[in-house]
Structures are given as C-alpha cells and as structure tokens.
C-alpha cells in the first residue's frame, strides 16, 4: 500500500488486482475442469495537475530558507490554476524522502523528521493565523456592508485607541490618509481596526466563511478518471478545525464575552482566526476570478471547465472589484511586496507577517 500522499489515499486505483482460477484436478494432481476464474485488474491511471518544473522550483525556493545553524525553516507554497482549481505546486517544509521509508527506516532518519516536524504537510495540514492577507476580506465586508465604498479615506495615524489599550499601525507615524488601494499597497493597520468596527465580528465571520476559509478542502470526487475512489479526500488528513470565529466564540470556549480588541486583531487575521496556505491559495484565485469560492483539486482533468461549484458572484460593483485588484497589484509595484517584481510580468498579491508565540516567546 502507498506510504503518503496520493498513492496512499488512491492505492485501490492504482494497485490493481491479481485474478484467480478454480480448477478439478485429477487423483495426480492435474488440472481436469475450469470451474470458475476472476481476471487480473491491471492499475488504474491518475492524473495529476501537478507540473513537474513548478513543484521543483517551489520546493528549491523552500529549501533556501534556513535558520541561523542551517536548519529548514517551517514554510509552505501552493500555486494554483485560478480557472480550474487544479494545484500546480504544492510544497511543504521540513518535509522527508518517502523513497528512504520504502526500506527500512533508520531511528535517527525518524527521530530527525519528527523533531523538525516534518511528518505535516503544512501546505494542507498546517493551521496558522492568515494575518494581513485577511485585510482583504475586512475590506470586502466593510464595501458590501455599505460602511465604505472603494473611494473613501480614512485616517490612519500611529494607532488607534479602543478601550483603554492603544492598538499600533506597523509604522510609528503612521500613514494619513488612505484608500483601499493604499491600504492593499502599505498593508495599514488601523485602517483595518477602523473598518472591523464598523462592521463588527460577525460580518467579518460571514465573509471569511462565504470565501469558505471554514471549509474541508481536497474531499475526493468518487470515479477519479474513471475508476473506483474510496477514499474520503485526495490528500491525506487535510485540516478539519478552521477557525473563523464570531462574536459567540469565546463564550463557547468559556473565554468570557467577545470585545473590541477581538475585533481589531481579527479585522489584521490575528488572535482567534486560523486557516491554511492552501485556503488563502484558494481564497487568492478567487479574488483573481471574482468570485468566492476555488475547489482545489490534485487531479487533472482535460476537460475541466472553468467553473467551481458552490461559486458565487463576490458580490461587490466593479469599482470595488478593481479597487481590490489595484490595490495588490500597487503592493507588488510600491508596496510590502516589491521584491517579487520580475521585469516584464505583471503581479497581484497580499503580504502577511502574523504573530504567534512559541513556550512564551513572540
């Protein structure tokens, strides 16, 4: 049976199946009459969307990332086909030789994948805060709440009081007056917090949910090209427990009732929320095609159309769309992204840097 991956949760296909006979046989032991026979299933075909120089490329990009003793850094990258779904590259890192594990594994090859965690494939396992790639959907919301419209300007200064704690822009003079393209461009902090209260936790919740940053990916579709599939999903134990909290969550953990700091740090992809690389992936494609929901897929299907299901229209008026658009293209172009800028290409993307804690450390 396949160890991992695709070959683990789609060995039924591929295996095949041996065939069999049942004969008489004479006193000597001679076959006399063929009673019955089961023919020998040869292993089924998949397909997958994966292309071969992306994934190495992802994977090299990955192995550059090094601690100060040169150790792998945790890290993941998905790239997508924003028509189809189809995952081009899908990497993960610390990860491991699955050739190493079809022999005999050695302790030391085993203790040293488990210390450095690579057994998760953080790309689809992986839950972490999304942090400032979430200002997108604070945006979204606060546009079709109707709280603000893509041309209004909001004050961003060094932070903004709520309650009595100050919450920081990530630059100490702050940024003056900004639009959602130059929130996108500069990643603005308080912006966001303004735009959070606005419209509150659990519109934000409802957004995030409606681009389905809550949902199961990669369920496997039963017939792969063709041939019985029983497994439940494509991948191995993608991640179940997104969390996309509303204003009832921390009640329901016993964490007393939901504030305004809740709120702003959700508003920036902080505190409570957590999704993985391959939601945001998903959540990214989305954005590109105007829509709100990306089926991911590993599979490859020529005759995939360019439609996902349970997609809807984004729901906001083309001004806003494109302020959306503009604005990550402005943060490649003069933004928190301007060292992916290759001469001659033209990209769209959100940065996003959040803060976690780890045995007390920030």
């Not at 192995?63 to 790239?79: E, Q």
Request: aromatic residues 8%; charged residues 20%; contains cysteine.
């Amino acid at each position: 049976m396949g160890a991992e991956g695709v070959e683990q949760t789609h060995d039924y296909t591929l295996r095949g199946s041996s065939g069999w006979e049942r004969w008489t046989k004479t006193s000597a032991g001679y076959k006399r009459e063929l009673l019955e026979s089961y023919p020998s299933r040869q292993g089924g075909i998949i397909r997958l969307s994966l292309d071969a120089d992306i994934q190495v490329a992802a994977e090299k990009a990955l192995g550059k990332i090094k601690d100060t003793v040169g150790n792998p850094l945790p890290g993941a990258a998905v790239m997508l086909d924003v028509n189809t779904g189809e995952i081009l590259a899908i990497a993960s890192q610390p990860n491991y030789d699955p050739n190493r594990l079809a022999s005999k594994v050695t302790n030391k090859y085993f203790d040293e994948i488990q210390d450095q965690g690579g057994w998760m494939n953080r790309a689809t396992q992986g839950l972490y805060a999304p942090g400032s790639t979430f200002k997108i959907i604070t945006a979204i919301a606060g546009m079709r709440s109707g709280k603000i419209d893509y041309d209004d300007i909001l004050d961003c200064g060094p932070s903004l009081r709520v309650g009595n704690r100050d919450f920081p822009e990530h630059e100490p003079y702050g940024f003056g007056q900004v639009d959602i393209e130059k929130m996108l461009a500069i990643s603005c902090n308080v912006w966001n917090y303004r735009v959070g209260l606005m419209v509150g936790p659990d519109l934000l919740a409802q957004e995030a949910r409606r681009f389905g940053l809550d949902k199961v990916l990669l369920k496997a579709n039963p017939g792969v090209m063709g041939t019985e599939n029983t497994s439940q999903f494509e991948l191995p134990s993608p991640a179940r427990k997104m969390i996309v909290p509303d204003s009832t969550y921390k009640e329901q953990l016993g964490q007393g009732s939901w504030t305004a700091g809740d709120t702003v740090n959700t508003s920036i992809g902080q505190g409570f929320i957590l999704t993985t690389p391959l939601h945001m992936a998903c959540f990214a494609a989305s954005i590109a095609r105007g829509e709100t929901r990306t089926t991911p897929t590993i599979f490859h299907d020529p005759l995939r159309v360019p439609y996902h299901q349970d997609s809807r229209p984004i729901g906001l008026n083309r001004n806003q769309l494109n302020a959306i658009r503009e604005g990550m293209i402005r943060c490649v172009t003069e933004g928190t992204a301007r060292s992916i800028q290759i001469p001659g290409f033209q990209f769209a993307a959100k940065t996003g840097t959040a803060e976690y804690f780890k045995s007390g450390q920030k």
